[in-house]
C-alpha cells in the first residue's frame, strides 16, 4: 500500500527533529570477531510523519511488523550531496525521550528534498548511539 504524500512541499518550520544519517559497515575487531557497526555520514534536521502506526515490544524493539513495513516518512534538503543506499539508517537523539533508530527502506527525490520511507525499529533508553566517524580527533599538524 502506497503511502499518500501531502500535495504541498515540506515547510521547514517542520524540520524539527536533529537526525543522524548513518550507513552500515561489518568490520573485523581485535579478536577477530565481525561487528555491525553505523558509522555517521551527516547530522541534519529532517521532517519526520507517521502514516502507520508501530508496534513495540516492552523492551523497545519493533515487533509483528514485515521487513518493507513503512511506518514513518523521513524527509530531509536534496542539497545535501548524500547518496542514499540499501545501507541507509536514521538515528534520532532527544533531550528527554529514548533515541530511535529507522531503516531506510526506500527514497524518493520530489522537487529540492528527499523524502525517505523508514520503518522504526528500536527506540530504547538504552539504544547505542550511531559511532560517526564525524567527531572530532586529535591530529599532530604543525601549524
Not at 527533529?17 to 565481525?34: E, F, M, N, S, Y
Not at 529532517?46 to 502507520?52: K, V
Not at 502506526?53 to 516518512?73: C, K, M, N, Q, W
Request: charged fraction near 25%.
Amino acid at each position: 500500500m502506497a503511502v499518500k504524500e501531502p500535495k504541498s512541499g515540506p515547510k521547514i518550520a517542520n524540520f524539527t527533529h536533529r537526525i543522524a544519517l548513518c550507513t552500515t559497515k561489518d568490520v573485523v575487531d581485535q579478536d577477530g570477531a565481525l561487528v555491525l557497526v553505523r558509522p555517521t555520514a551527516a547530522w541534519l534536521w529532517a521532517a519526520i510523519r507517521q502514516p502507520r502506526p508501530s508496534f513495540l515490544s516492552p523492551l523497545g524493539y519493533a515487533v509483528l511488523e514485515e521487513a518493507d513495513r513503512v511506518t514513518h516518512i523521513i524527509t530531509i534538503r536534496g542539497a545535501a550531496g548524500i547518496e542514499i543506499s540499501s545501507a541507509a539508517w536514521v538515528y534520532e537523539t532527544f533531550l528527554k525521550s529514548p533515541p530511535r533508530w529507522y531503516k531506510v527502506v526506500g527514497f524518493s527525490d520530489v522537487d529540492k528534498w528527499i523524502r525517505m520511507t523508514c520503518r522504526l525499529v528500536e527506540r530504547n533508553d538504552s539504544a547505542q548511539p550511531s559511532n560517526g566517524e564525524l567527531s572530532a580527533a586529535r591530529q599532530d599538524v604543525a601549524l
